[in-house]
């Protein structure tokens, strides 16, 4: 494959990635506390298939898995492993692409296996139904070899629709709808911060004239 690199070129290739949950029906694993079986996949969008430029990806797991599922491999589509356990934690899926030069990349994602609410408590209505937890995120390639070029080009780069539907949450206008809110709490933040720092400058002020009141009685 020719490594030379592709100058001023960028390529960008929408991921999703994440799990399933769901419960176990009770003593299904013999001698064992697990509760929960979960499949954790990264794809492209649509459920694209990415097997084409990823040829490694390689799923890290908590220290509490014995060791040969803790790091598990797998060169072929689906990307994804299965396995059971009782609970939550941060792994990491560590995509290699089928050109050497390309640097991996590392994501992270917060294994979930119950359904919680709004408040961060435990849902027990939604407790026997399957738990998802996906994210959206996009592979960028800045400058990749000529081959991977290639490689990438000669698929088609699957897109995000102009909106979202039940079975696609991602789409343009879920983008904008995220980047307002994360523009909205940047405002209130700085509104607040303007808020305290005008609190914290009239109680230094009172503090100091009381300081100097205590000054003049103590003479
Ligand atoms: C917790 N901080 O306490 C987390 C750690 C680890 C989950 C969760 C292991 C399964 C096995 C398993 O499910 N680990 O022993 O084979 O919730």
Redesign the pocket.
Known sequence: MSSKRTKGVTVVYPIVYGNVATLLPQKKVPDSD?THKWTVSVRGINGSDISHFVKKVTFKL?E???NPQRGTFVEQPPFEITET?????ELSIKLQFVEPGEKPVSLYHNLRLHPYEEDGSISTVNRNKPVQSFQYDELVFTDPSEALYQILTQHPIPTLPLRSSPNMPYSLQAEQDELRKIDEAYKKVQEQLVLYKNKMEKITKELDDVKGNLEQHKK
């Open positions: 697990h908590h509490t898995y014995s356990g009782w609970g939550e934690f």
